[in-house]
């Protein structure tokens, strides 16, 4: 390998790195999602965030070490690249095995957008019922907390 490919071949261990940690968390946010532990969601997120920052710009850097390698800096560069090389190369299992953890990440991905998705409808269905109530509440009660709605002509009755 020369100095370029050797930096594409390092460059997708490391977004292999990356994409399995990415993996791992959309697993363990999935995991909170089902357990309904949502407060948890924020540092998750966080994290991913940084790990997305992160897998953008290693696929920057790929996508620059194609170009200097006179290919597309794309998906189909690297395609074209890998055709330059035995399938079997490191480089190629490296990229067929990003290709599979990006997959993977993907599909948690979308588990976990409808596993939200539910939650949020259980919170909407759940803050529609309080606002009836409160609607309900509010034509009972004014604003001193007394009921607004009379029972008796407006007379007290007197014991004997």
Excluded at 76 to 103: D, F, H, N, Y
Aim: hydrophobic share 40%; proline share 1%.
């Amino acid at each position: 390998m020369n100095l370029t490919t050797t930096g594409l071949h390092e460059c997708l261990q490391e977004e292999m790195k990356a994409m399995t940690s990415l993996a791992e968390l959309l697993e363990k946010e999935q995991a909170v999602l089902v357990n309904g532990k949502v407060e948890e969601l924020a540092q998750l997120t966080v994290n991913k965030v940084r790990i997305l920052t992160d897998i953008s710009a290693l696929e920057k850097t790929r996508n620059k070490h194609l170009l200097s390698l006179g290919f597309a800096g794309d998906i189909a560069g690297m395609q074209s690249w890998l055709k330059q090389v035995p399938a079997e190369s490191e480089t190629g299992q490296c990229w067929a095995a990003l290709r599979a953890i990006t997959s993977k990440a993907n599909e948690s991905n979308r588990t976990n957008g409808i596993l939200i998705n539910k939650h949020m409808n259980v919170t909407q269905s759940a803050l529609k019922v309080l606002q009836q109530n409160d609607v309900a509440a509010g034509s009972f009660y004014g604003p001193s907390g007394h009921t607004t709605v009379s029972t008796t002509s407006g007379r007290g009755f007197a014991a004997r």
